[in-house]
């Protein structure tokens, strides 16, 4: 079989999702000759009404690993879209750490909101919090490996004949999924990194990308140095601001993020797929 239309859906704040996903899609498109419709959810505008699939659809479904999990405040989104029978591919990008019982939740979603999985991926994404950890990931070897998940999974379905009888796509991690990773403080225990909020250097020139790219909506635009919404330390505006203005000072969060990228620089975690 062939699907009629090939939609790619991703909430990606600092663009390696959007970036695996994409590539996936537009191989697919390749192989199908079929037309591409792009969901990207990672703006609250985008995220105000609930998508709806068919049968005929193959959903590529994206975002990145938060804490071992699918980003808690975008699972009740996530949660709302309708497969009504379409295939369905979850996907996510980590950041060479773990992505723990991401795969696992994002497909059991999938699953429970009438989509059919039929293949999963979890590649590897330069981490949110660093520049160093993962840094350019995803990489060539990355995208030629995303090219060969594409080409499987278009024989796979090809092949098909009938995919509402096909059990859920088997991925690693618990289930029911297991609790969010926690960060480890200076001296040993748990640390909570939830009310850190992003400062704004002198060099801000007040040009509003970091108002208008946050998913959250949580940077004020007629004063961007304040947050009163909830930030996700996802590091949109970090990574994305023209002049570098933003950065994040809180102690605790500048243990972690170095805590991590000593402890999981090394080995090169490998992008891993399920068919
Ligand atoms: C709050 C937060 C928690 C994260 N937790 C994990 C994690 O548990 N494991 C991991 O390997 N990477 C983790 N990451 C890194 C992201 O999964 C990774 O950098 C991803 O590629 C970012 O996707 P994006 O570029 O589409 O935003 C975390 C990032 C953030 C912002």
Known sequence: MKPH???AVYFSATGTTRTIVTAIVRRLAEQFNTPVKIFDITLPEARKEPLSFTPGELVLLGVPVYAGRVPNLLLPYVSSLQGNN???????????????????????????????TVAAGAFIGEHSFSRTLAAGRPDSSDQAIANGFADQIASKISALTDFQSLSPVSVPGNNPVGPYFRPAGRDGGHIDIRRVRPLTGDSCNDCKWCANHCP????????????????????????????????????????????????????????????
């Open 86 to 116: 379409a295939m369905g591919i979850p996907l996510v990008l980590y950041g060479n750490r773990s992505f723990d019982d991401a795969l696992m939740e994002l497909r059991n979603t999938m699953e429970n909101s009438g989509f059919h």
């Open 5 to 7: 239309t090939l939609c």
């Open 216 to 275: 959250m909506g949580a940077i004020d635009f007629d004063n961007v140095r304040e947050v009163p919404g909830i930030c996700i330390k996802c590091n949109a505006c970090v990574k994305g601001c023209p002049v570098d203005a933003k950065y994040f000072a809180d102690p605790d969060y500048l243990f972690h993020r170095d805590d991590i990228v000593t402890r999981y620089q090394s080995p090169r975690k490998e992008p891993a797929y399920f068919l």
